[in-house]
T-cell receptor, first 115, second 116 residues
Framework: AQSVTQPDIHITVSEGASLELRCNYS??????LFWYVQSPGQGLQLLLK??????LVQGIKGFEAEFKRSQSSFNLRKPSVHWSDAAEYFC?????????????FGGGTRVLVKP | DSGVTQTPKHLITATGQRVTLRCSPR?????VYWYQQSLDQGLQFLIQ???????AKGNILERFSAQQFPDLHSELNLSSLELGDSALYFC???????????????FGPGTRLTVL
């Protein structure tokens, strides 16, 4: 069964500083990997996805993520954080058809942005 | 706006009651998924429907059921509600094909259920 670990529950970063959120996954085959963002009281918005190919993927809002198979990681980065990036971020791995194409989510990382 | 709509936005009810949550997928999406987000369990997959048929079940209680109608909207029925069922319930949709090729899921805004 697949699983996702986000080691950091909270991260505080200053506006304009860089941000990196960690994600480690466990899955027996080539993973489908995703990052979603949830602002307070909102739904989940897809930031980016990795299916195959280039291991560095670009997403919306200036985010990027790098897939490292050897480390079973899919870390999310942003070079310069804006106050509007304060939210909760979820990493997810997608299962195959046999498992219902479901997403398995990590526990989330809450990002606080200091002025 | 993801294109996935959910109603109602908020629902407050009492223990033992039954409620129905509704979801309309993005235009053209045949797959609908239901997820539950709670403080103690996090985000958990409940059930998936593809073009009207149940395709997969996750951690869904027997008191809960779902269906997908010919117009592709879906309903999640929660019965004999308990305090612990209080959570945010999300619907998502995707363009998953009959062959099961994976596509990203787009989430609705959720329905917040409070059981008193």
């Amino acid at each position: 069964a697949q699983s996702v670990t986000q080691p950091d529950i909270h991260i505080t970063v200053s506006e304009g500083a860089s941000l990196e959120l960690r994600c480690n996954y466990s899955y027996g085959a080539t993973p489908y990997l995703f990052w979603y963002v949830q602002s307070p009281g909102q739904g989940l918005q897809l930031l980016l996805k990795y299916f195959s190919g280039d291991t560095l993927v670009q997403g919306i809002k200036g985010f990027e993520a790098e897939f490292k198979r050897s480390q079973s990681s899919f870390n999310l980065r942003k070079p310069s954080v804006h106050w509007s990036d304060a939210a909760e971020y979820f990493c997810a791995v997608g299962a195959n058809k046999a498992a219902g194409n479901k997403l398995t989510f990590g526990g989330g990382t809450r990002v606080l942005v200091k002025p | 706006d993801s294109g996935v709509t959910q109603t109602p936005k908020h629902l407050i009810t009492a223990t033992g009651q039954r409620v129905t949550l509704r979801c309309s997928p993005r235009s053209g999406d045949l797959s609908v998924y239901w997820y539950q987000q709670s403080l103690d369990q996090g985000l958990q997959f409940l059930i998936q429907y593809y073009n009207g048929e149940e395709r997969a079940k996750g951690n869904i209680l027997e008191r809960f059921s779902a269906q997908q109608f010919p117009d592709l909207h879906s309903e999640l029925n929660l019965s004999s509600l308990e305090l612990g069922d209080s959570a945010l319930y999300f619907c998502a949709s995707s363009r998953t094909t009959q062959s099961g090729s994976f596509n990203e899921q787009f989430f609705g805004p959720g329905t917040r259920l409070t059981v008193l």
